[in-house]
């Protein structure tokens, strides 16, 4: 019975260890921009163009996860989020590391409201209050830096 018990806890000890030595480190892969388009903004008060290259979210998969995991976009990219319908939209910063200011567009491809400054990492809904079909996300403080307005449209080709 003794014999049975030491057997028992060598066992049990080798287990553990034998257990604590397969755990491997998991690392994240980089997620770098990938130019799918470009987008050039339509200033309505004085005409100003602003010119960006864009990534298309237009698959579940891309809208899910949108600019997750990402650590830094340059001034002149963002993400168009293009989607079939036209309702109000939720969007959250979840796994989301740097902050944006999320434009709202509605069918007719012109600023309905914005979200500025959304905060890194929080999981709040940011809504557009009013019906859009395209979202486009851009580094926070451009908005205010470009001086969007609601009624400023966009145009962009794939």
Known sequence: MFLKHIILISI????????????????QTDISFKKEGALTIFKLADSTEINLDIEIADTDFDIQTGLMYRD??????????VFDDVTERYFYMKNTKIPLDIIYLNEG?????????????????????????????????????????VGDSINYTP
């Open 12 to 27: 049990l000890v080798l287990s553990v260890f034998a257990c604590k030595e397969d755990k491997k480190t998991i690392s």
């Open 72 to 81: 830094s976009m340059k001034e002149n990219q963002g993400m168009l989020f």
């Open 109 to 149: 491809k012109k600023i309905v409201s914005f979200q500025k400054n959304a905060k890194p990492m929080d999981e709040t809904s940011l809504p557009s209050n009013v019906p859009a079909k395209y979202v486009l996300e851009v580094n926070a403080g451009l908005a205010d830096a470009w001086s969007l307005a």
